[in-house]
């Protein structure tokens, strides 16, 4: 069923808030070894469930959303609910709020089946990076990919009997998938919803940046990030939309113009005339998010570890301690790339790099402008390239991923150069 035929099935009496819980509650059990969820609020959703039920006997029903169950996201603030991002660097934050797009759907009544799996602060494309584990494509368990994997076997590995979900937001992606709610939050930076959703055979969504509040997400990129709705069908998600869009005075970055509501699709019978672009090729460019995560300190929330010889010795012993791998490494490399003093080479790292980038960005926006002046209306775009990704190897890395250019050894290994320069320099200055 889609998400408007519930809606309507709630309002008739056909399902009770209640029943509907507890059917997704019973699928999130069954199929907890996906690890789409992080934490499951069961006592606090089904006092929203018989509270919702109470309004249907009323006739004061909140909305369309009333006792639609959802998931999400684990880098939305939940307020009473612990908020993780998949981290130990915020294992045992409970936000006192909640994020504005998660309000906004309390508001309507929805029920919130729980947070939701996670790369470690969405930084990734596979949902393989968090501290909890990764998360299972429910599509590797279907009859149709079992009979499929035995006529052309990929590995004689058993970490591919499983086929990831993208990311960074697979676990609402697998959460949809299973049937386990009728809608699902994610963030969308370069692709983080309409990723997974392409994986799991659903409807991801990135709004217009402004269109949506951002208050309460956990920022990757400030001046990208979106939330993202996760639905089975295009009709859903705008429902959804219509609920979340429009101005929050706690975000100065949405926009003020007024939002026809609800938000209904209409009909295109004639697409004869329609003009439909497809690039020749396209460019995910991905960009530093060391600023964004400088303000995970551990002297106000969050992991703090237990080493207290001074401030700078207990504060980089527990970002060692809460950051994966892959934090760490795009923290390094997005200082390296952004740092412009002290010598002359970390000032061209800085032209080649940051200075360039901004150049580029320049000239994508005018060929989206030029191509939308030309006449076209839509572009296609693939969400996946043909080289991602969709098993594991022995390692738990995925299979046919195309790493960086530019390695975190290669890094590692010019920051010492630049260091050692800089120490012979004060050695000199010092002599004289």
């Known amino acids: 069923m889609t998400l408007q035929e519930v809606s309507v099935a709630l309002k008739q009496g056909q399902i009770t808030p209640t029943e509907l819980y507890q059917k997704c509650l019973s699928l999130i059990k069954k199929t907890k070894f996906l690890n789409a969820y992080i934490a499951v609020s069961e006592e606090v959703t089904l006092k929203q469930a018989e509270e919702s039920e109470k309004r249907y006997k009323n006739g004061q029903s909140l909305g369309d959303l009333d006792g639609i169950p959802i998931a999400v996201k684990d880098n939305f603030s939940t307020s009473g609910i612990e908020t993780t991002c998949e981290s130990n660097m915020l294992k045992g934050y409970v936000p006192p709020y909640n994020a504005t797009v998660v309000q906004k759907l309390l508001d309507q009544g929805a029920l919130l089946m729980g947070k939701s799996n996670l790369d470690e602060f969405a930084m990734g494309s596979g949902s393989t990076d968090g501290v909890l584990g990764p998360v299972k494509n429910p599509w590797s368990y279907s009859k149709q990919y079992r009979e499929k994997r035995k006529q052309n076997p990929h590995s004689e ?61 956990i920022p990757l990129v400030n001046w990208m990030d979106v939330p993202g709705i996760l639905t089975r069908y295009v009709d859903d998600a705008a429902m959804v939309l219509g609920v979340l869009a429009g101005h929050d005075p706690k975000d100065s970055t949405t926009a003020h113009d007024p939002i026809n509501k609800p938000l209904v699709l209409s009909s295109l019978a004639d697409v004869s005339k329609l ?21 995970f300190d551990d002297l106000q929330y969050g992991h703090r570890c237990d080493i207290d010889v001074s401030t700078e010795a207990m504060y980089d012993a527990t970002r060692q301690e809460g950051f994966n791998d892959v934090v760490k490494g795009r923290i390094l490399s997005g200082n390296f790339f952004l740092l412009k003093e002290n010598s002359g080479k970390i000032k061209e790292n800085y032209d080649n790099y940051f200075v360039k980038a901004q150049k580029v960005r320049c000239l994508i926006a005018n060929d989206f402008v030029n191509a939308f002046n030309s006449g076209v209306y839509v572009l296609l775009i693939p969400p996946l ?24 050894q290669d890094i590692m290994d010019d920051c010492s150069a630049i260091l050692e320069n800089e120490n012979y320099l004060s050695g000199e200055q010092s002599s004289n």
Not at 180 to 197: E, F, I, M, Q, V
Not at 387 to 408: C, D, K, M, W
């Open 157 to 217: 590995s058993g970490d591919s009997d499983w086929l990831i979900t993208g990311g960074s937001s697979g676990g609402s992606a697998a959460a949809m998938s299973a049937f386990t709610c009728y809608a699902a939050l994610g963030s969308d930076t370069g692709g983080s919803t309409r990723n997974p959703a392409a994986h799991c055979g659903l409807v991801g969504f990135k709004p217009s940046y402004g269109l949506v509040s951002r208050h309460g997400l």
């Open 275 to 295: 003009c439909i672009g497809i690039p020749k090729e396209y460019l995910v460019p991905e960009l530093s998010m060391a600023s964004n995560m400088a303000r």
């Open 385 to 408: 390239d043909s080289e991602y990704p969709y098993a594991l190897s022995n390692q738990g890395l995925p299979i046919r991923t195309a790493f960086p250019v530019i390695q975190l």
